[in-house]
C-alpha cells in the first residue's frame, strides 16, 4: 500500500501531486466564464454559491466541494461535457474492458 503524507491539512499519496492540475482545472474554468462573457456575479448566482467559492474554484483550491464545482460547471453549460469526457466507455482501454464496469468492486 502505498505511503500516505500530510500537506497542508490535506492527505495524498506519496508521489501523487495533483496541484497543477487543480491550477490549470480552475484556470479552464475561469477561460469558459471569460469567453461566454459572464462576470463572477453571475456565475456564483446561477451557481448558487458565493463569489469567494467561485474564486476558490478557478484557483483550483482542493478544498472546494464536489457539488460546488458540479454546479459551476453546470452555470457555465459544460457539465454535460465534462461528464461525458470521463465515461469509461469513451476510450479504447474502457471499452475493451466494458466487462469490468458490472462488477461491484474492484480486485
Known amino acids: ?20 492540475q487543480l491550477t490549470e482545472f480552475g484556470e479552464h474554468v475561469r477561460g469558459w466564464r471569460m469567453v ?21 474554484v ?5 478544498g472546494v466541494g464536489f457539488g460546488n ?8 453549460g459544460v457539465l454535460d461535457q465534462t461528464v461525458h469526457a470521463i465515461d469509461p466507455l469513451n476510450s479504447d482501454i474502457g471499452r475493451l474492458r466494458a466487462g469490468n464496469l458490472s462488477k461491484k468492486r474492484a480486485r
Open 1 to 20: 500500500m502505498p505511503d500516505l503524507i500530510v500537506i497542508e491539512k490535506r492527505i495524498a499519496m506519496a508521489g501523487y501531486r495533483i496541484e497543477e
Open 58 to 62: 478557478e484557483s483550483g483550491d482542493p
Open 69 to 76: 464545482v458540479a454546479q459551476v460547471l453546470r452555470a457555465l
Open 36 to 56: 461566454l462573457g459572464l462576470t463572477a456575479q453571475q456565475v456564483s448566482e446561477r451557481a448558487g454559491i458565493t463569489r469567494d467559492t467561485l474564486r476558490k
